[in-house]
Structures are given as structure tokens and as C-alpha cells.
């Protein structure tokens, strides 16, 4: 089956600095690739997706990229702000329609 | 439109015991999927229900069951209850099993 790798764990960093979450998944039959952001005592929420067909998608200050032959995919945070700070998971879905997720790393902005 | 809605939100069991936990998806959504999140883990599958009808499944014991009603609500059973279930269940609902909004979840504590 399907196994996403995440990347890193923990990432620390100032207000306004980028931040990165890289992702590899196994399966290049999978298709579809969201991203989630889950607050303490919260549902994961879908912040951003993206296809197989497309190598990239911006979303105001985030954005995700997509590498199908090496299969890996990223999450590009700018200007982070403290409010930015939650556990971010990556996913992969299948042909068949399974998600699989990375996991987690948890983004800390500080002040 | 409303979010996904699960119930009851917190529940305290002891083992041996069985649990059933309720997930209302958003109106016009027929695709629930269950998933089970703990710190060790992370997210796992459970799995998907779809007009009534399993069409995924995690690699979970049989003591995990669900079902779909007509009206796309859905019921995750667990039976015999052991320590190792405590977790965060998710449900999420989905238009045509693709982009997957998450509930809050039920927070279950097995004793």
C-alpha cells in the first residue's frame, strides 16, 4: 500500500521567516495530494490541494508543489505569522480512493 | 453551510466494553470515511462509506465496524474495547470521495 514520509517533525521558526514541509509518497499511481492544519482540540482542515496534473498552486501566502517523478510534494509557508503555529499533515490518495497521511509536523511561530 | 458534526464529542469506557460513535456529514455529502489518530500513530484509516456502502477498508481488527444510513449519516462501532483504542476518531465527509473535511472528532478514553 501507500506510505507517505513527512518531513521534518518539529520546525521552529521567527515571525515572518517561510517555512517548508516536504512529503514523499510510494504509490505513483496516487492522484491527489492535500494538505491539513490541525489546532489543539480541533479537526485536521484542509488548507490547500493539489492534482497529479498540476506541478504547483498558490493560496495567498501558501503554496504547494508537486514532483511526480521523484514523488515528493511540498508545502511552502510565507510570512508566517504566530497564528500560522498547529501540526501540519501531508496526504496521498490512491486510485482507489484511500487517503494516507504523513506524520505530522508541528510548526511553532514565534512572536 | 454546516460542517461536519460527531458525537458525543468525549466518552469514557472501560475495556471490555462497546462504543458506537455518530457522524453527520455536510448536507449533500455522501462519502463518510472513519480514521483513528493517536500520538504513535498518527492518522490511520478506518474506512469509507459511500452510498450506503463500504467501499475502503483499513487494515483494523473486526471489533471495528461502520455503517452508512440513507440520509449519509454514519455509525462507527467498536466492540470489546481494549486500552490500545483510546484515540481521536475522525470522520470526514466528502462530495464524490475526494477533498475530505474533517469533523471535531470523539475523543474516546478506554479505562
Known amino acids: 500500500g501507500e506510505n507517505v514520509e513527512q518531513h521534518p517533525s518539529t520546525l521552529s521558526v521567527q515571525e515572518g521567516d517561510s517555512a517548508v514541509i516536504k512529503c514523499t509518497y510510494s504509490?505513483?499511481?496516487?492522484?491527489?495530494f492535500p494538505w491539513y492544519k490541525q489546532e489543539l482540540g480541533k479537526g485536521p482542515q484542509l488548507i490547500i490541494d493539489?492534482?497529479?496534473?498540476?506541478g504547483e498552486k498558490k493560496d495567498q501566502r501558501i503554496a504547494v508543489t508537486l514532483n511526480k517523478t521523484a514523488k515528493h510534494f511540498s508545502l511552502h509557508i510565507t510570512e508566517t505569522q504566530p497564528e500560522d503555529s498547529a501540526v501540519y499533515f501531508c496526504?496521498?490518495?490512491?486510485?482507489?480512493?484511500?487517503?494516507?497521511f504523513g506524520q505530522g509536523t508541528i510548526l511553532t511561530v514565534h512572536p | 453551510k454546516a460542517g461536519v458534526t460527531q458525537t458525543p464529542r468525549y466518552l469514557i469506557k472501560t475495556r471490555g466494553q462497546q462504543v458506537t460513535l455518530s457522524c453527520s456529514p455536510i448536507?449533500?455529502?455522501?462519502?463518510v470515511s472513519w480514521y483513528q489518530q493517536t500520538p504513535g500513530q498518527g492518522l490511520q484509516f478506518l474506512f469509507e462509506?459511500?452510498?450506503?456502502?463500504?467501499?475502503n477498508k483499513g487494515n483494523f481488527p473486526g471489533r471495528f465496524s461502520g455503517r452508512q444510513f440513507s440520509n449519509s449519516r454514519s455509525e462507527m462501532n467498536v466492540s470489546t474495547l481494549e486500552l490500545g483504542d483510546s484515540a481521536l476518531y475522525l470522520c470526514?465527509?466528502?462530495?464524490?470521495?475526494?477533498?475530505?473535511?474533517f469533523g471535531p472528532g470523539t475523543r474516546l478514553l478506554v479505562l
Open positions: 470526514a465527509s466528502s462530495p464524490l470521495a475526494e477533498t475530505q473535511y
Open positions: 504509490d505513483s499511481a496516487s492522484n491527489y
Open positions: 493539489i492534482r497529479s496534473n498540476v
Open positions: 496526504a496521498a490518495r490512491d486510485p482507489y480512493g484511500k487517503l494516507t
Open positions: 448536507s449533500g455529502h455522501r462519502s
Open positions: 462509506y459511500f452510498s450506503e456502502t463500504q467501499r
